[in-house]
């Protein structure tokens, strides 16, 4: 997954000074220099959410990422031993 610019701090930042309607959408948008799909991906994904429950969600992340690495090299393991059986 590419790395953003932006911490979740900063996104969430952005994204309370709109919904408190101190900034229009392109304002925002033109002050970090990101499109307004890019603004609107942000608020479908971190819409809501404190900044410590969007840190809650970067380890959870990781997290899985790690855990589909183990699973993915433990089925690799597995059917590397199962064609090896199969020749014996």
Known sequence: ????RFTEEQIILALRQQESREKTVAEVSREL???QATFFKWKQKYGG???NEARRLRELEHENARLKRIVANLTLDKEILQEIVKKL
């Open 1 to 4: 997954m590419k790395q953003s």
């Open 33 to 35: 220099g990101i499109s």
């Open 49 to 51: 959410m404190s900044i």
